[in-house]
Nanobody
Framework: QVQLVESGGGLVQVGGSLRLSCAIS????????MGWYRQAPGKQRELVAS???????NYADSVKGRFTISRDNAKNTVYLQMNSLKSEDTAVYYC?????????????WGQGTQVTVSS
């Protein structure tokens, strides 16, 4: 069974930085693409960053140039470095395997980690 534990969220001021971590078990991590979603109050969950098993990354336009996704296969962990944070980045952030199909095919979402950006 897949288990995901997200951490690293918190309260930060506009322009600040946070680094999110996600530890995963129950999958062959090194062979699996990973992604970070976020969900703000009253909004749909959106994919903000993804990284393939080979390290190819993709970002939503809203975070491009500010967020960096990375992975450590030795630790079964994926990270999201968030810089120049804006108030609209406030959301609960979730990591998932196979992010492009996660919304319809993945049921073991973690608790997420809350990111609050204050002005």
């Amino acid at each position: 069974q897949v288990q995901l534990v997200e951490s690293g969220g918190g309260l930060v001021q506009v322009g600040g930085s946070l680094r999110l971590s996600c530890a995963i078990s129950g999958i062959i991590f090194s062979n699996t693409a990973m992604g970070w979603y976020r969900q703000a109050p009253g909004k749909q969950r959106e994919l903000v960053a993804s990284i393939s098993s080979r390290g190819t990354t993709n970002y939503a336009d809203s975070v491009k140039g500010r967020f960096t996704i990375s992975r450590d296969n030795a630790k079964n962990t994926v990270y999201l470095q968030m810089n120049s944070l804006k108030s609209e980045d406030t959301a609960v952030y979730y990591c998932v395997p196979n992010p492009w199909i996660a919304l319809t095919s993945f049921s073991s979402w973690g608790q997420g980690t809350q990111v609050t950006v204050s002005s």
